[in-house]
């Protein structure tokens, strides 16, 4: 892999070591009887949320001092005003699919991704219960490791019918599925986490249409991945993902894709 902008390969290979180290904390958890709060929102919270995101921010602090930290279970105590001020940033989603954590079903993800100025440009998932880390960027290339070997990763283009779509566990609402519906033939494929982005990375699924709220942590690394593989993730007027932009850290409606090619505009209706 080139390098890529601000941080070294020795860097990055520290980073995929601390996801390691977060899905460790996390399986010490998940293989016992635990405990599920919740947040104002709703959302599930468990101590190995609490773990990982301890792990990561420890972590991130040791190998890149400098740059600060945005994560989900301590976003609330950051002031927007000092995120808007940072130019480069590591977002983290220490738990990425509490829910599918919750029913023990392995769907679940650690995601941690560099921005600058706006833009995701390294990333890491992994996937705890399986093992197997996908990293990569768009200046980089995508790569998936597992079990000491790595192999680089293409979207499937050109994708052909039935086109293979990937759809949240708990999170599928009616213009998703209108969206869906609009496509042709297709194979709908359940999901749930960041998988969703490093399966079509891998060319095994297609399309990932979200019209619904998401936060910048659940994204970020995905779209890093499957950025690295030829992929790409859009706002519904075609315009790249951006970072930190925002007050707000939810995103908007996105269309995740693998083959450029595919006519997804004809498909919003």
């Known amino acids: 892999m080139t390098a890529a902008p601000g941080i070294d390969a020795a860097t990055r290979e520290a980073v995929v070591a601390l996801a390691h180290d977060a899905a460790a904390a996390i399986l010490a958890i998940y293989d016992s009887e635990f405990a599920v709060e919740h947040k104002d929102d709703d959302s599930p919270l468990t101590a190995a949320d609490m773990a990982a995101h301890r792990c990561i921010v420890d972590g991130l602090a040791r190998i890149t001092p ?52 706006g833009v995701a440009v390294f990333g890491v998932v992994q996937a705890p219960v399986t093992g197997v880390t996908w990293h990569g960027g768009a200046a980089l290339g995508a ?9 680089p990763l293409h979207v499937r283009a050109p994708a052909t019918a039935p086109l293979r779509v990937a759809a949240s566990r ?4 009616t213009r998703t599925q209108a969206f869906i519906d609009r496509m042709g033939e297709v194979e709908p494929v359940g999901l ?34 499957l950025e690295g593989a030829g992929g790409a993730v859009v706002d519904p007027q075609g315009r790249p993902f951006r970072y930190n932009q925002r007050d707000r850290v939810l995103n908007g409606d996105f269309i995740a894709i693998g083959d450029p090619a595919l006519p997804w505009r004809q498909w919003q209706g």
């Open 143 to 151: 790569l998936r490791r597992e079990g000491g070997r790595e192999q």
């Open 192 to 225: 749930g986490s960041s998988l969703k982005f490093c399966r079509i990375a891998e060319g095994a699924l297609d399309v990932y249409p979200r019209f619904g709220p998401t936060s910048e942590w659940d994204t970020a690394a995905g779209q890093c991945v």
């Open 170 to 173: 708990s999170h599928r609402d």
């Open 66 to 117: 400098d740059i600060p930290v945005l994560s989900e279970e301590s976003a609330h105590e950051v002031a927007t005003g000092l995120r808007r001020s940072w130019r480069r940033l590591w977002i983290v989603d220490p738990l990425d699919g509490t829910r599918e954590f919750v029913k023990r079903n392995g769907e679940f993800t650690v995601n941690i991704a560099l921005v600058e100025d």
